[in-house]
């Protein structure tokens, strides 16, 4: 199973995810986070990234030349579009940048009655990214009530929102493209080596 430690602003972030190797690690260059990050101090902690990690830049309605250029500068690797974006955001967004697109949803505004239709969900996405609200509050939704139409309509996602240690086994069972986990992570506020490991050793023997 794939899984992404999303949040790295701290050196001992970078050492800790080059113990553990998930597979993604995020950057978050929304202002409004706790965990936002400067470009050029990101830059310095993608140097020393190991390079099985594929880091991803998460963004909130960013400018999209500011992503491109943050792509052809090697400092991400994948762009997590936070801020609602629709499909001709995305679509500009491809012209200039090659990087693979995850569009996150809020599942809580989403209606499983009305059926999940890929086109619409995606507007052009590679991936989706499942979580509760504006994402990394560490509250999760009703994964039983949504996540099975994803997996049965061939929509590659990752699912987000409340993962950690206690329910990962529960969230690897709905066969998402990826975990994505944050808060699930961290220990007063921060990254915990302990967890970080535990989870990817979690997430390998699935």
């Known amino acids: 199973m794939r899984i992404k430690i999303c949040g790295l602003f701290r050196e001992e972030d970078i050492a800790y995810a080059n113990e553990a190797l998930p597979d993604y690690a995020g950057f978050v260059f929304a202002a409004g986070s706790r965990r936002f990050i400067r470009p050029e101090a990101a830059a310095r902690l993608r140097e020393k990234l190991d390079g099985r990690i594929i880091p991803v830049g998460v963004f909130v309605r960013e400018k999209p030349e500011e992503i491109a250029a943050l792509w052809r500068d090697g400092l991400i690797g994948m762009a997590q579009l936070h801020g609602g974006e629709d499909g001709g955001y995305i679509a500009r967004l491809r012209e200039i940048c090659g990087a ?8 809580a505004a989403l209606d499983p009655r009305a059926g999940l239709c890929r086109e619409n969900l995606s507007g052009g996405a590679d991936y989706i990214l499942l979580d ?15 996540v099975p139409g994803f997996a049965s309509c061939g929509l590659p996602f990752f699912l987000a ?9 529960e969230a690897m069972g ?14 007063g506020g921060v990254k915990d080596r302990e967890k970080m490991v535990a989870l990817v050793k979690e997430a390998r023997a699935y």
């Open 174 to 187: 709905y066969n998402p493209y990826a975990l994505d986990v944050s808060s699930g992570a961290e220990s």
């Open 100 to 107: 693979p697109l995850v569009r996150a949803l809020d599942a």
């Open 161 to 169: 929102g409340g993962i950690g240690l206690g329910n990962i086994g």
């Open 132 to 146: 509760r609200g504006a994402g990394g509050g560490g509250r999760r939704f009703d994964w039983r009530r949504l």
